[in-house]
């Protein structure tokens, strides 16, 4: 039975009207569901001339041109007597519930006269379909009256009408036929707004649209919309849910809909017809309850119908699979079985699975010697489970376990038996051993995996020797003692036992590794410690004690990068899976071969990473170690999964090996406690200090600070430190600190500070020397292209002017401003090869430089600021093309971040040279013409300028000074991590690398003006800029001069003779009534 209400043109009051429908017939009478239909009335009120502010969800385009035709009029017109609608296309959001659509503002372009007096405006909304969206259907129509003040915004208020998500719509308006006038609307050339443009539809019933064709423009609008909040039906859920449902089982239906309230709701069902869906009396809760004991095997399909004052909505269909009822069917037996093991005190689980007719009820039962026996609930609350827990085995503990089931058709049924054997804790280690040390240092947990028992069985237990009962498991792949892997043994290692064993894990092996319990550790200060002895090549990110739960991820690892070897280095992952962690770089390879000590120290605000061993060559210790100097939170290691040996129970990240003695405390050990774990197993009383980070050579002008730092110092304490000079002590004081510590500081420079550097360790074994480290110190010729780069204050400054081979690897391109000392690649060349800078004015005679060769691998020179943000940059050089560059080549191009840099762009000239070019903001502004070319075989000076709101490329040579400005906004960017001088370290190897010479690179943290880069370029063609000596008062009777750059020169008369006063600028004298005359010689 059906009714339909037919719809009428009625004059109503402004306010809501609820209609239901009630049906009678002899059996009873029901009653529909309320539906409300709201009479609104439109207004069109001026809003002012400030753009409205759009709420939440509304679609905007507020960037106005006032009136832009643009091959296309948008005007108050009416349409039908002016030949189409105007509006404009927009695109709904992805809401599931839809939208309302309860406004329309717009702006007023003037130029008209239609605003002056209130007129008839038409509003009409359409639904866009069809290739090209090109037909249209009217969804809802207004009429108001209203008028403005011209260029204002108007509005529309008290529009309704409901939109679909994601879907294409439009609205068009203009005066009704009665009205008079016309006012231009305004809108906005470009079509910057993505979801619509300009249209016109002939006829306000909708057909076919038509689109603005002359660049697309869009309108200045504003369209209010909010979420809808008619019913939203979702697909129901059942519980218990099972598949296939076995007849007798109460099943429950649950529906969660959303939208506005009351909701109501009316279940549906086909009765397992398998056609239409048709009403359950009296099923109109949230909830549906099923009582399947009557119905036959099949399928039965249900729904529910969801409905407000705002609509219906129908849900998804759920099928329920009924079969016929059923006793308890056994579907996976008793696991582990047939038996399961551990040692006394651990915590087990034996499981078991039933199908039939719920609900089923379970029994746990236990055959010590005289039958099988219930386990009381009282004293095991899971005995009443599928699964069983027991907690802290006993010797009373072992037997033979079941699991029985029944339900109301029948039971019990039994699951098959699986045998429980409880063993003994093994002894403790004995005293004045490894094991015993360890056990003093208090350790959260130790497996010192020294199991002989086979592991294959899958069920062998590795036992935790700290008392805290947190026994692992042996996957069944993994081979141990059994299988007569052995471990660190006596007497190579005096603190283990002669047949003392170990893990084996295998690369590439499936289920070959050892899990573990939740630790539980939730804290910063955290240790992990163990013996490692890699049988080949370890692969990168493998794992060693590894936890990870869900997005989490913390332990002890091996780290992303790998040697010339294949061998990867030691590294760890910890704060939340954080790439600061596991992409930390240690330079720490274990030894194919040889047993390691290795351990993590993880601190509040740094990690260290050891890495000891006995040197198969000499015999002697070697003690590594690497500190990531970074904030560390806590890391729970209590869910998820924690393995031994490998890493996400992948095959890729298995450790390649053996594994021993894994220690893991909840405290940071100190360097003297991790040398006495590794001294202890390797029958050292007293190790001699080792010095792996080397002090390296330094360059550095005049007045700059350099620093010599030796790293990772380990050995037995105490250590104290010693720099000296060409051989003699070094001592504080003046210019010069931390003569006595790892780290050596000298202020201020001189040439006197030249000379030869060397640190002595000495400890209770003896004195150890550092390698020699070089300093020079350098005096900048005045007038020179130095001194003009140098009163820039850079950040740094690499000559490339360096003679030693770059093909042995590991050359020096020093950097004498600070430090960030350049590595030349082995496929560069420099002045070994007799590369020649520019033999200009203002560099050195026979001065070099660096060359670098397109297609060629390693051809460039690497440097790092670390990670560095800058606004203002200016990147500065010289270079020398030896032929046509190809473009996107790099001169100084930074990969280690997002991607920015200097170098060539993408026009390429008739002689085939690329122009400049650069890339900026997030590697965005990369295609960018300059359409500056430098000339082949020629030196040209060129520089980058960034700025906050544009860049600049020069090009400056014999031909003339040239520049090109990018005019949009340059980013905050991150800049300096891995740079490439002569070279762009994306595709392929040597593809994007410069072919030519490159000298006197500069980087400033400031945006140098054309003004100072003219200056520069002057300078290196021998023209002196203009200097002034100033003199001022400094108080207690002191004066000051100061000079921008050259000597100064003074003398008793102005007549002469001169001498040369060696101060530099600014430098401060008594004030006496004595004459002294002083000038500045630039060159």
């Known amino acids: ?28 009478t029901n009653t529909s569901p309320i539906a409300t239909i709201t009479i609104a009335s439109l207004l069109m009120v001026d809003i002012g001339s400030n753009a409205p502010t759009p709420g939440p969800n509304d679609v905007f385009q507020l960037v106005n041109t006032l009136q832009n035709d643009d091959g296309f009029n948008y005007y108050t017109d009416d349409g039908a007597g002016h030949g189409a609608w105007a509006g404009q296309s927009f695109t709904t959001g992805t809401n599931a519930s839809g939208y309302v659509l309860n406004s329309l503002a717009w702006k007023s372009a003037g130029n ?53 998500p994601n879907s294409p719509y439009a609205y068009a308006f203009g005066r009704d036929a009665t009205a008079a006038g016309w006012e231009h609307i305004g809108d906005q050339g470009g079509n910057p707004y993505p979801g619509g443009q300009l249209l016109t539809l002939a006829s306000t019933n909708g057909g076919m649209v038509t689109y603005g064709t002359s660049g697309g423009s869009d309108a200045t609008f504003d369209l209010g919309l909010n979420i809808s909040q008619k019913p939203l039906a979702s697909v129901p859920t059942y519980s218990p849910n099972v598949t296939p449902i076995y007849a007798g089982t109460t099943i429950t239906l649950s529906e969660t809909a959303v939208g506005g309230l009351p909701l109501y709701y009316q279940w549906i069902t086909d009765g397992g017809s398998g056609g239409a869906l048709t009403g359950i009396p ?80 379970y029994q746990w039962m236990v055959d010590t010697g005289s039958g099988p026996t219930p386990i009381p609930v009282s004293s095991n609350p899971t005995a009443s489970n599928s699964v069983l827990v027991l907690s802290n085995i006993q010797p009373a503990s072992a037997g033979s376990y079941t699991l029985t089931a029944r339900n109301a058709f029948g039971g019990p049924v039994s699951s098959g038996a ?31 995996l020294d199991e002989t028992n086979d592991p294959s069985t899958g069920i062998l237990p590795a036992y935790d020797a700290s008392g805290h009962n947190l026994d692992g498991l042996y996957f069944p792949n993994a081979e141990n003692g059994y299988n007569g892997i052995a471990g660190p043994q006596a007497p190579a290692f005096p603190g283990f036992e002669s047949n003392n064993t170990a893990l084996l894990t295998i690369q590439a092996g499936t289920n070959s590794w050892v899990t573990v319990p939740p630790l539980g550790l939730d804290t910063n200060p955290v240790t ?70 290795v351990a993590l120290v993880v601190e509040p605000n740094q990690a260290t990473i050891y890495l000891y061993y006995i040197d198969p060559t000499t015999g002697l210790p070697d003690l590594y170690s690497a500190v990531n100097p970074i904030a560390h939170g806590p890391e729970p290691f209590s869910g998820g999964t924690t393995w031994i040996g490998d890493d996400q129970g992948s095959t890729a990240r298995v450790f390649n090996g053996s594994i021993d003695e894994v220690a893991v405390f909840n405290a940071a050990l100190t360097p003297d406690q991790v040398l006495t774990e590794f001294s202890k197993a390797a029958g050292l009383t007293e190790v001699a200090a080792s010095i792996p980070g080397q002090p390296q050579s330094v360059g550095a002008y005049v007045g700059n600070t350099v620093n010599f730092t030796a790293t990772g110092i380990n050995g037995s304490s105490p250590l104290t430190y010693q720099w000296q000079m060409n051989g003699a002590n070094v001592t504080n004081g003046g210019t010069i600190s931390g003569a006595l510590t790892p780290s050596l500081t000298i202020s201020n420079v001189q040439p006197a500070n030249s000379g030869t550097y060397q640190l002595l360790v000495k400890n209770p074994v003896g004195t150890t020397p550092s390698s020699n480290a070089t300093l020079t110190v350098v005096t900048p010729v005045p007038g020179s292209y130095e001194s003009a780069v140098l009163a820039n204050n850079p950040l740094a400054f690499w000559k490339l002017n360096e003679t030693n081979d770059p093909s042995v690897g590991g050359v020096v391109a020093f950097d004498y401003v600070r430090g960030l000392n350049g590595v030349y690649q082995t496929g560069a060349e420099n002045g070994f090869n007799g590369i020649l800078g520019p033999q200009l004015p203002g560099f050195p005679a026979n001065d070099t430089a660096l060359a670098t060769f397109s297609n060629t691998a390693a051809s460039y020179v690497t440097a790092s600021a670390g990670s560095l943000v800058a606004t203002n940059l200016t990147y ?75 860049a600049i490329v020069y090009l400056m040579n014999s031909n003339g000074v040239q520049s090109a400005t990018n005019a949009v906004a340059q980013d905050s960017e991150e800049f300096g991590v891995a740079w490439h001088i002569g070279d762009d370290a994306t595709g392929t190897s040597g593809a994007r690398t410069f072919p030519g010479s490159i000298a006197d690179v500069s980087v400033y943290l400031s945006a140098l003006t054309s003004s100072q880069l003219a200056t520069m370029y002057d300078a290196a063609l021998g023209i002196a800029p203009p200097v002034t000596l100033s003199i001022a008062p400094s108080g207690a009777g002191k004066v000051t001069l100061t000079w921008p750059q050259g000597t100064l020169l003074q003398s008793t008369s102005l007549a002469g003779p001169w001498t040369t006063n060696t101060a530099s600028s600014p430098y401060s004298l008594p004030a006496t009534n004595s004459q002294m005359f002083f000038r500045v010689r630039v060159k």
Not at 331 to 352: C, H, K, M, Q, R
Not at 436 to 444: K, T
Request: hydrophobic letters at 40%; aromatic letters at 12%; a negative charge.
């Open 528 to 597: 992990i410690s163990m013996w490692i002895n890699p049988a080949g090549n370890v692969s990168v990110s493998s794992g060693l004690l590894m936890n990870r739960n869900g997005n989490d991820a913390a332990g002890f690892c091996f780290g992303t990068t790998a040697n010339a070897a294949g061998m990867a280095e030691l590294g760890y992952t910890w704060n939340t899976n954080s790439s600061a962690t596991w992409g930390y770089h240690s330079g720490l390879y274990p030894v194919v071969g040889i047993w390691s000590f």
């Open 282 to 361: 009296g099923a109109t809760g949230t909830n549906l309850v099923v009582n399947t004991t009557s119905l036959a095997a099949g399928n039965y399909n249900y729904a529910v119908i969801v409905t407000n004052s705002l609509g219906a909505s129908t849900s998804g269909v759920v099928t329920l699979a009924i079969v016929a009822a059923s006793l308890p069917i056994l579907t996976t037996d008793i696991a582990p079985a047939p038996a399961n093991e551990g040692y006394v005190g651990e915590t087990l689980t034996f499981s078991a699975s039933f199908v039939g007719t719920l609900p089923i009820t």
């Open 112 to 164: 008209g006269s239609s605003f002056g007096v209130e007129q008839l405006y038409d509003l009409y909304i359409f639904a866009l379909s069809g290739t090209g969206l090109t037909n249209a259907t009217q969804v809802a129509a207004y009429q108001c009256y209203g008028g403005g003040v011209q260029q204002d915004w108007l509005e529309f208020v008290g529009i309704n009408v409901p939109l679909e």
């Open 876 to 950: 500065a050089m010289w270079i020398n093309p030896s032929g046509p560059v190809e473009n996107w080549a790099g001169l100084l191009m930074d990969r280690g971040a997002v991607g920015e840099g200097f170098g060539f762009g993408g026009l390429i000239d008739a002689n085939g040279m690329s122009e400049l070019g650069y890339t900026w903001n997030q590697n965005s502004l990369w295609s960018w013409d300059s359409s500056l070319f430098p000339p082949i075989n020629q030196w040209s000076f060129v520089a980058m300028v960034i700025e906050p709101d544009q």
């Open 418 to 448: 699986s045998a429980l054997t409880v063993l003994p804790d093994p002894a403790p280690p004995a005293a004045n051993t490894y094991g015993a040390l360890i056990l003093s240092q208090q350790p959260v947990a130790y497996w010192q």
């Open 1 to 28: 039975m059906s009714s339909i209400l037919t719809s009428c043109k009625c004059y109503l009051l402004t306010c809501p009207y609820r209609y239901d429908f009630v049906a009678s017939n002899s059996l009873g």
